[in-house]
C-alpha cells in the first residue's frame, strides 16, 4: 500500500496509521507465532515492523506500555503449559544495509566512548530461521525447556524437546548448577522435504517452509510426533548462569561445544564494520549450499563486560543486531495470467512465469494479488517482470521492466463474471472505509461449483456440524465420488447418504478404500447425532460471508427459532426495508451482515439448499437471554488471568445471563472483571470510573 512519507503525516493521521498497523503487525504475529502460519513475507514484516517504529520516533506521544515496539513475539499457547524466563527472551533489532551496520558499529563505539583506532571485536554468526528455544540445566540435568512465547513467559515443550537428538540431556562434571542453554530449532531442507512428502502422502496440511515445519513439530502435544521429525538445535545465547564459563560470546559459545551442543562453525570474530560486511557476504555467498535456511548474519559485541555496558533498548540488545538478507529477485517472462477461485469466491490473479531461478528456487507462479495490483503495475501478458521470493511465502510480481514489453503487448482485462459456467457476475464488496474492496467475488456461494467444497468444509467443522469422521479428506472423498449416487454436493447430501446407501445396489461405502462396515456404521451414527442442532450453530454452519460464530450467537438470540430467521432473511433479500431495519438495530450487527444475508437467500439455489437442508434435520430454538438477572444487559470485560474458569467459560457464563462480553474497555463498559497481571485495561477502567471486580466478587454477584 502505498504510505505517506512520515514527515507529511498530521498527528491525528500518524494516530490512526499507528493503530492500523499495530492491529494488522498483532494479527501477523499471532499467524506467525502461535498458528505457524505467516501470510506475508519476513521481508513484508519487516517493511511494516520499520514503519511503525518510524511513526514512533517522529511522534513519540504514540509510543505506550502498549506499543508493540515494547513486545516480542505473541503470547504463548493455551495448549502448552507456561514457563517464566528467569532472564526475558529479547529480540533482535535489524540492520537492512551496510550503512545500517555502520551506524551500529559507530553507535556502540559512540556510546562506549570508545576510540577508533582501538580494537572492537564482534561475533558474526548465521541467524537460523527457525525458532527459539531455552534449555533449563539444574546441577546439569535438563529440567525444562521453553519456547520464547512473548519473551517473559513461553510454552513448555518439555517432553518434545527431549525426543531432539542434538540437545544434551546432561551436562558434563564443571558445568554451572544452574546454566540456561539458548539457540535455533530448526529443519534441515531434506528432512523438511522429506516431511512434507510424508504429509501430502497421508493427506495431512503440508508446511509453507522449514520454520514452520519447525514450530508444528515442536509444538506437538504429542511428544512422539515430535521424535519422529528430524529437528535440530544451534546453540548461540543463554540466560540464567549460576557462573559463567567464558568472559566474551565466543568463549561462551565455545563452552557450550564443550557441554556437547551442537555450535554454527560460520560464527568468525570481525573487528569493525568492514569486516563484518566481509563475513556477510561470505555467508551470503554460502547460503544456497547451507542446507538450512538463514535470514541473514547475526553481529554481537565479543567482550561480555561491554555488552553488559551496553545494556538494552526497549525489546533489544544494544551490542547486537540482525543484519537481515534482502529479497531475492530475478527477471523473466509473464506468459499468462491464470484466475484461481478462493474458498470466498475470491478471484486471485496468478502470474504463469516462464521458470526462473530465485535463489536457488525454480519459480513459475507468482501472486499478482488482486486486479487493483495488475492495473497499478500495468502488468500485461508478454511482459518481462522482476519476480521477487522472500525466503518463504508464494513469490511476488515486483515490478515491469517496460523497455522489454513486446509490441502489441495489451493491458489485461480483468474478467467481470466468475470462472465457473455459472458466470455469475463479480463484486467488490466495499470495505470498512466505504472504499471499493480491492478482492474480486463470486456471490453465487453454494451455487458456484469453486466454492461448494470449501462450503461443504466449513458446514462439517468442529465449531458448526462437527460430524465425527466426517472432516475435510472425507468430504472431498464424498464430494467427487465416482459412484454418482454416493455424493455429497450440499449439506442435505450428508443426511441423504445413509439412506442412498442402503437403495445402492451394487456400489456400497463399506466397500471403497478406507472404509469398512464399522466405519460407515460409526459415520452415519455421528451424522444422526447431529440431526438436532442449535440454532446459533445451524446459522454459523451455513456459511454465509460475515457471518461467524458470535454473530450467529447474536443474530439466532435475535430471532430465536429458525422459522423467525429463515422469514427475516427472506424479507431482507427482496429489499423489505422494515426486516432490514430490524436487523440493523441489533447491537453487535453491521449493514455487512444483513447485506451478505440478504445476498445469499436471493440466490434461489441457496434458498433452497437450506430449506432441503432443513428438511432433514431439527434446529432447537435458541434460549432468549435472561433479563431477570444481576448482569442483564450489562458489558463486560474480562482482563488479566482469570483462575476458577476459562475465558471461555467465563464468557458463555455472562453471556447466559445476559450481559455481553467485551474485548476492550471504554465508556459504555459496566464491569470490568480483574485478574492477576491485568494491565493497561484495568488502568483504562480506572481512569473512566468503571466497576472493577475481583474474580470472587463476579462470581458473588453472578450467584457463585
Ligand atoms: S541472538 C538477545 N543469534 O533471531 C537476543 N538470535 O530477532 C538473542 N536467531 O529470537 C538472540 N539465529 O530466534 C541470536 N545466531 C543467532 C540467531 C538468533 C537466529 C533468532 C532468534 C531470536 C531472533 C532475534
Known amino acids: ?27 501477523h504475529d499471532q499467524r506467525y507465532y502461535a498458528d505457524d502460519a505467516p501470510s506475508i513475507s519476513d521481508a513484508d514484516y519487516d517493511a511494516l515492523r520499520r514503519r511503525y517504529e518510524a511513526l514512533e520516533t517522529a511522534f513519540p506521544h504514540l509510543k505506550s506500555a502498549e506499543s508493540l515496539t515494547q513486545k516480542v513475539g505473541a ?127 497421508a493427506g495431512e496440511k503440508v508446511f509453507a517452509n522449514p520454520r514452520n515445519a519447525a514450530a508444528g513439530s515442536l509444538r506437538q502435544l504429542d511428544a512422539r510426533i515430535t521424535a519422529a521429525r528430524p529437528l535440530k538445535f544451534f546453540a548461540y545465547a543463554w540466560g540464567e548462569m549460576s557462573a559463567m564459563p567464558a568472559l566474551t560470546q565466543s568463549g561462551m559459545v565455545a563452552a557450550f561445544r564443550i557441554w556437547g551442543f551442537p555450535t554454527n562453525d560460520r560464527m568468525a570474530l570481525c573487528d569493525g564494520a568492514a569486516a563484518l560486511l566481509a563475513h556477510y557476504q561470505a555467508i551470503e555467498a554460502e547460503r544456497a549450499s547451507l542446507g538450512y535456511d538463514i535470514d541473514g548474519v547475526v553481529y554481537k559485541v565479543d567482550d561480555l563486560a561491554l555488552q553488559a555496558r551496553l545494556g538494552f533498548v526497549a525489546r533489544s540488545p544494544r551490542w547486537a543486531i540482525a543484519h537481515k538478507f534482502a529479497a531475492e529477485k530475478a527477471m523473466t517472462v509473464l506468459e499468462g495470467i491464470d484466475i484461481q477461485v478462493g474458498r470466498t469466491g475470491a478471484h486471485t490473479p496468478v502470474a504463469k512465469l516462464k521458470p526462473v531461478t530465485v535463489g536457488g528456487v525454480v519459480v513459475s ?22 519476480v521477487q521470493r522472500a525466503g518463504d511465502v508464494i513469490p511476488q510480481v515486483v ?23 455459472l458466470k455469475t457476475p463479480l ?49 472431498e472423498i464424498f464430494f467427487n465420488c465416482p459412484v454418482e449416487t454416493l455424493r455429497i454436493r450440499e449439506p442435505a447430501d450428508i443426511f441423504t447418504l445413509e439412506a442412498r446407501n442402503k437403495a445402492s445396489s451394487v456400489q456400497k461405502i463399506e466397500n471403497f478404500e478406507g472404509f469398512g462396515a464399522i466405519s460407515v456404521a460409526n459415520l452415519f451414527a455421528a451424522i444422526n447425532a447431529r440431526r438436532v442442532i442449535a440454532l446459533e450453530r445451524f446459522i454459523y454452519a451455513l456459511g454465509v460471508r460475515h457471518v461467524g460464530e458470535t454473530t450467529a450467537k447474536v443474530l439466532a438470540r435475535a430471532y430465536g427459532s429458525w422459522d423467525a430467521f429463515r422469514d427475516a432473511c427472506g424479507r431482507i433479500a427482496v429489499g423489505d426495508g422494515d426486516a432490514v431495519a430490524e436487523m440493523d438495530a441489533l447491537d453487535q450487527i453491521g449493514e455487512a451482515v444483513v447485506t451478505a444475508l440478504g445476498r445469499f437467500f436471493a440466490e434461489p439455489h441457496n434458498a433452497s439448499m437450506v430449506a432441503r437442508l432443513a428438511a432433514e434435520v431439527r434446529v432447537v ?29 467465563a464468557k458463555a457464563r455472562a453471556e447466559s445471563l445476559g450481559a455481553k462480553v467485551a474485548g476492550s474497555v471504554s465508556k459504555k463498559t459496566d464491569i470490568v472483571v480483574a485478574g492477576p497481571g491485568a494491565g493497561s485495561k484495568l488502568d483504562k477502567a480506572r481512569d473512566l470510573g468503571v466497576a472493577v471486580l475481583t474474580e470472587d466478587e463476579w462470581l458473588t454477584l453472578i450467584g457463585g
Open 365 to 386: 507462479n507468482a501472486t499478482l494479488h488482486n486486479q487493483d495490483e495488475i492495473a497499478k503495475k500495468d502488468i500485461r501478458i508478454g511482459d518481462t517482470v522482476v
Open 399 to 421: 515490478e515491469v521492466v517496460l523497455d522489454k514489453r513486446p509490441a502489441g503487448a495489451e493491458p489485461y482485462n480483468f474478467p467481470h463474471v466468475c470462472r465457473c459456467e
Open 427 to 475: 463484486v467488490r464488496e466495499e470495505t470498512a472505509a466505504g472504499e471499493e474492496g480491492a478482492v474480486a467475488r463470486c456471490t453465487g456461494e453454494f451455487a458456484c461449483p469453486y466454492q461448494r467444497i470449501e462450503h461443504l468444509r466449513h458446514f462439517v467443522s468442529r465449531r458448526a456440524f462437527d460430524i465425527e469422521g466426517l472432516g475435510e479428506k472425507q468430504i
Open 1 to 27: 500500500m502505498a504510505r505517506l512519507p512520515i514527515d507529511k503525516l498530521t498527528p491525528l493521521e500518524a494516530q490512526a496509521e499507528h493503530a492500523a498497523l499495530g492491529e494488522e503487525i498483532a494479527g
Open 75 to 201: 503470547a504463548p499457547s493455551a495448549k502448552f503449559g507456561k514457563i517464566r524466563h528467569a532472564v526475558p527472551m529479547l529480540s533482535l533489532a535489524n540492520a537492512f544495509s551496510s550503512d545500517d551496520v555502520a551506524d551500529f558499529v559507530a553507535r556502540i563505539r559512540r556510546f562506549l566512548d570508545w576510540p577508533v583506532d582501538t580494537a572492537l571485536f564482534f561475533t558474526a554468526e548465521p541467524k537460523i530461521d527457525g525458532l527459539s528455544c531455552s534449555l533449563r540445566y539444574e546441577k546439569g540435568v535438563l529440567v525444562h525447556a521453553a519456547t520464547r512465547g512473548d519473551g517473559f513467559e513461553g510454552e513448555d515443550v518439555t517432553a518434545n524437546v527431549r525426543t531432539i537428538a542434538g540437545i544434551p540431556h546432561h551436562l558434563p562434571a564443571g558445568a554451572p548448577d544452574v546454566a540456561e542453554v539458548r539457540g535455533e530449532i530448526y529443519l534441515s531442507h531434506a528432512d523438511f522435504a522429506a516431511i512434507n512428502a510424508r504429509q501430502a502422502e
Open 621 to 649: 430454538d435458541a434460549e432468549k437471554p435472561k433479563a431477570d438477572t444481576a448482569v442483564a444487559g450489562k458489558t463486560v470485560v474480562f482482563t488479566g488471568s482469570l483462575e476458577k474458569m476459562t475465558r471461555d467459560e
